[in-house]
């Protein structure tokens, strides 16, 4: 059974959690900018390539972002139910 301090913990992981994705993203774009910044003359393609890694890992934690949500507000529902 899930009692009510699990289902707070849970809501203050994922707080916690999308205040480091905010910050996550603020970083992507600053990388970013500065790659553009240091490499002015490389095409679209090649900045492509060499943002293909930040973006990969940015789009890893979307993901996870996602999968901590729905985990809490199931936790939330059935708390809800009972």
Same mark, same amino acid.
């Given at each position: 059974?899930?009692? *009510?301090?699990?289902?707070?913990? !849970?809501?203050?992981?994922?707080?916690?959690?999308?205040? @480091?994705?905010?910050? %996550? /993203?603020?970083?992507?774009?600053?990388?970013?900018?500065?790659? *553009?910044?240091?490499?002015?003359? !490389?095409?679209?393609?090649?900045?492509?390539?060499?943002? @293909?890694?930040?973006? %990969? /890992?940015?789009?890893?934690?979307?993901?996870?972002?996602?999968?901590?949500?729905?985990?809490?507000?199931?936790?939330?529902?059935?708390?809800?139910?009972?």
């Amino acid at each position: 059974m899930i009692t *009510r301090m699990q289902v707070e913990m !849970a809501k203050s992981l994922y707080e916690q959690a999308h205040r @480091a994705a905010e910050f %996550a /993203h603020a970083g992507w774009l600053v990388r970013q900018n500065l790659y *553009r910044l240091m490499f002015p003359l !490389a095409s679209d393609e090649e900045f492509a390539k060499m943002m @293909a890694v930040p973006n %990969a /890992h940015y789009e890893q934690a979307i993901e996870s972002m996602k999968q901590l949500r729905d985990a809490y507000e199931k936790i939330a529902a059935e708390l809800t139910e009972k």
